[in-house]
């Protein structure tokens, strides 16, 4: 083996994750909300004091935006379970070797693709020493696994000149755990693949140090990795449109804020009080010494009284802003809710609140549908490659067949069964009743989900003529 120089593994970074790392980890936390990112995405006022600012931070609420956009393509696009004849039930039930499902980390592929415009698919075999049976495998569970990795767990890569990978950093927080009567140690990982080798390096978050724990032939003969980028995004040049999501979603927090701080003070108003009174109850503080450098202050809320002059009378009176730039703000922040639905290509009609023609709403709905169906190819792509890396780790997981839905309505069940046997009376041959019956399966399948087993079941009788 060659000298490996640890520290430069752990300094290597791609140009495309220095350039976009801020923005990334920004849409990571408008992501996740709370209240820390509202104390980030809040702006303070030019003119506005520590005091009024610490209150509205304390009184703010995050209308979290980002999340839901996020999650709702990936529940649109993934509102059904693809088909994938020929997998595994095992894998498929558990494609991340810690119980997820493979719909579940292909939900997660799909919401980081959302986020950052990029997002990988990482095959990993467990290691092992000796040789191994079926039973082994089995008892051992030693089968490959997938796991969904944001960009930022992507830190460095290089292409060879066939256009594939040809060696990958993966970057990874861990806790090494020995049993509950050892102290824990936090680590920072980085694995190294290439074609040929795998390296795994850990630094000691306490003393920095830097062991290589691991490192042996890779048994494929390519990197294990999917890493997948947005063709019309970073593949063109340009950034990521969620940048600007995160952008709008904060220009709503901040005017919701302005909006429910002009609430406030509509409530309790502005105490407005006389220079007479001011001055009179100054000197009586000072002992009418007017030159005293003593701080003055009174206490006035509103069960303290103040008191005035008969001249003065009127004088003191309570200020608050006017309903009508709460509403402002309001309209404001609706324009921006639709403008952002819009942006990304959710939004099915301009208004809700105006009637639309049918022109209109196909048009809208064509919209969206060809958005999906553009997110369900990266998809689908994605995960037949992902199978068939984990069939060059074991020869005996077969590659299935994938075939993600592409149809995005919503169907009227009731009428689409009345359809259904409406057009029993149009044609008594086989083929077409076989037809009629497995299109009821398909819309049967969009009420609930079936398990593969009953699936094949009913597709079994459909084929041998067992069908209505």
């Not at 993934?78 to 980390?105: H, K, N, Q, Y």
């Not at 999906?372 to 890396?389: G, N, P």
Request: proline share 4%; glycine share 6%.
């Amino acid at each position: 083996m060659t000298h490996v120089d640890c520290d430069a593994v752990f300094r290597r970074t791609h140009p495309l994750y220095r350039l976009n790392r801020e923005v990334w980890s920004r849409s990571m936390e408008a992501y996740s909300g709370g209240a820390d990112y509202i104390r980030r995405a809040l702006v303070k006022h030019v003119s506005e004091i520590d005091l009024e600012f610490e209150e509205r931070l304390r009184r703010a609420c995050y209308f979290n935006y980002p999340r839901k956009i996020a999650r709702l393509i990936t529940q649109f696009v993934l509102s059904s379970d693809a088909r994938r004849d020929g997998a595994d039930p095992v894998l498929e039930e558990d494609f991340s070797r810690d119980g997820m499902r493979t719909i579940e980390v292909m939900r997660q592929f799909s919401t980081l693709l959302n986020l950052f415009g990029a997002a990988a698919l990482w095959v990993e075999m467990p290691f092992f020493d000796g040789e191994i049976d079926l039973e082994r495998k089995n008892e051992e569970r030693l089968r490959p696994a997938v796991r969904a990795l944001s960009p930022l767990d992507v830190v460095d890569w290089g292409e060879g000149a066939d256009g594939r990978l040809n060696w990958v950093i993966i970057e990874e927080s861990d806790r090494l755990d020995a049993g509950p009567f050892l102290p824990a140690v936090d680590v920072r990982r980085r694995k190294l693949w290439t074609r040929e080798e795998y390296y795994i390096f850990e630094r000691d978050s306490v003393t920095g140090r830097i062991a290589m724990p691991a490192h042996g032939a890779n048994p494929i003969g390519e990197v294990p990795i999917v890493y997948r980028t947005e063709a019309d995004g970073f593949r063109l040049g340009s950034g990521h449109y969620f940048e600007d999501v995160v952008r709008i979603s904060d220009a709503i927090l901040n005017n919701q804020s302005e909006a429910q701080m002009n609430l406030v003070k509509q409530m309790f108003g502005l105490l407005v009080i006389s220079e007479g009174f001011a001055r009179g109850a100054r000197r009586e503080f000072a002992g009418h010494d007017e030159s005293s450098t003593g701080r003055f202050s009174h206490v006035l809320a509103r069960s303290a009284a103040i008191w005035e002059t008969p001249e003065e009378r009127g004088i003191s009176r309570y200020i608050s802003p006017s309903g009508t730039d709460c509403a402002a703000i309001r309209e404001e922040n609706a324009m921006l809710k639709r403008e952002l639905f819009d942006l990304v290509g959710m939004a099915w009609a301009r208004d809700l609140h105006q009637a639309q023609t049918a022109e209109s709403k196909a048009w809208d709905f064509h919209a969206v549908r060809q958005f999906l169906t553009s997110r369900v190819d990266l998809l689908e792509q994605a995960e037949t490659r992902a199978w068939e890396l984990m069939s060059a780790f074991d020869p005996a997981v077969p590659v299935p067949k994938i075939a993600y839905n592409r149809d995005f309505s919503i169907p009227d069940l009731q009428s689409s069964v009345e359809s259904l046997l409406g057009m029993k009376e149009l044609c008594d041959g086989p083929e077409f009743r076989r037809q009629l019956a497995e299109t009821a399966l398909f819309l049967l399948e969009k009420v609930r989900r079936i398990d593969p087993e009953s699936r094949r079941k009913m597709t079994e009788e459909i084929r041998g003529g067992r069908h209505v």
